[in-house]
C-alpha cells in the first residue's frame, strides 16, 4: 500500500529549541521525498526533497532531513526555531506517476 | 518568473450546483497537477496532466469531477454538481517535466458548498 504516516499533527517547541517532525512512507516502487512548507494564509512551498545519493538533505531556511531506507522514514530537523517557522509541514512522495502527501504537522513554536 | 495562478481565490455555491476552477501554470512547465486538500488533511492529488494528455486520473471522482488542459497550457477543473464533502481547498501545481521535478503550488480556490 503507497502512504505516508506523519506521527505529530501538532508539536509545539519553545524559541531557539530544536524540533523533530516525524514522517514515515511505505511504496511498493522506488520514490522521491519531499517536505513542503505551507505558512498561514500562503501556497506550499518545496523545503526539501530527496532524490538519492547522500541520505542527509539540507534544504531552506536552516532545516534538514534524514532518509533511512531500513525505517522507511524521512524525518525533518531544525536545530534551532524562530518563531517564523510557525507552520504547517507536510512530508510526501512522488512514485509511479503517484504523488502523495501525509496529513501534515503542525509547529507551533512559542516565545 | 510569475507563479502558478489561479482563480477564483474563494466560491462559495449550493449543493448542486456547479462550479469551476482555472489555474495557468508556469510558463514553460509541461506537467499540470490539481490537487483538493480538505481541512485538517494533507494535499490529495486528483488529476496529472503531461501536456494536454492525462497521466493518472485515478483519486478524481469523475461522476462529478471533470477536468481538461487546453493546448497543453492552462487548465480547468468542474464540479457538477457539488455535494458538501467536496468543500476543501482546490490546489493547482506544475513542474517542468514529471517524477523527480519540484512542484510549484498555486495560493488555492477555496470552495464552500453549503
Known amino acids: 500500500a503507497q502512504s505516508v504516516t506523519q506521527l505529530d499533527s501538532q508539536v509545539p517547541v519553545f524559541e531557539e529549541a530544536p524540533v523533530e517532525l516525524r514522517c514515515n512512507y511505505s511504496s511498493s516502487v522506488s520514490v522521491y521525498l519531499f517536505w513542503y512548507v505551507q505558512y498561514p494564509n500562503q501556497g506550499l512551498q518545496l523545503l526539501l526533497k530527496y532524490l538519492s545519493g547522500s541520505t542527509l538533505v539540507k534544504g531552506i531556511n536552516g532545516f534538514e532531513a534524514e532518509f533511512n531506507k531500513s525505517q522507511t522514514s524521512f524525518h525533518l530537523r531544525k536545530p534551532s526555531v524562530h518563531i517564523s517557522d510557525t507552520a504547517e509541514y507536510f512530508c510526501?512522495?512522488?512514485?509511479?506517476?503517484?504523488?502523495?502527501f501525509g496529513a501534515g504537522t503542525r509547529l507551533f513554536v512559542k516565545a | 518568473e510569475a507563479g502558478v495562478a489561479q482563480s477564483p481565490r474563494y466560491k462559495i455555491i449550493e449543493k448542486r450546483q456547479s462550479v469551476a476552477f482555472w489555474c495557468n501554470p508556469i510558463?514553460?512547465?509541461?506537467?499540470l497537477y490539481w490537487y483538493q486538500q480538505i481541512l485538517g488533511q494533507g494535499p490529495k492529488l486528483l488529476i496529472q496532466?503531461?501536456?494536454?494528455?492525462?497521466?493518472?486520473d485515478s483519486q478524481l471522482p469523475k461522476d462529478r469531477f471533470s477536468a481538461e488542459r487546453l493546448k497543453g497550457v492552462d487548465s480547468t477543473l468542474k464540479i457538477q454538481p457539488a455535494k458538501l464533502e467536496d468543500s476543501a481547498v482546490y490546489l493547482c501545481?506544475?513542474?517542468?517535466?514529471?517524477?523527480?521535478?519540484?512542484?510549484?503550488f498555486g495560493p488555492g480556490t477555496r470552495l464552500l458548498v453549503l
Open positions: 510526501g512522495y512522488t512514485g509511479g506517476f503517484k504523488t502523495i
Open positions: 501545481a506544475s513542474s517542468l517535466q514529471q517524477a523527480q521535478e519540484t512542484q510549484y
Open positions: 510558463s514553460g512547465h509541461a506537467t
Open positions: 496532466f503531461q501536456n494536454n494528455g492525462v497521466v493518472d
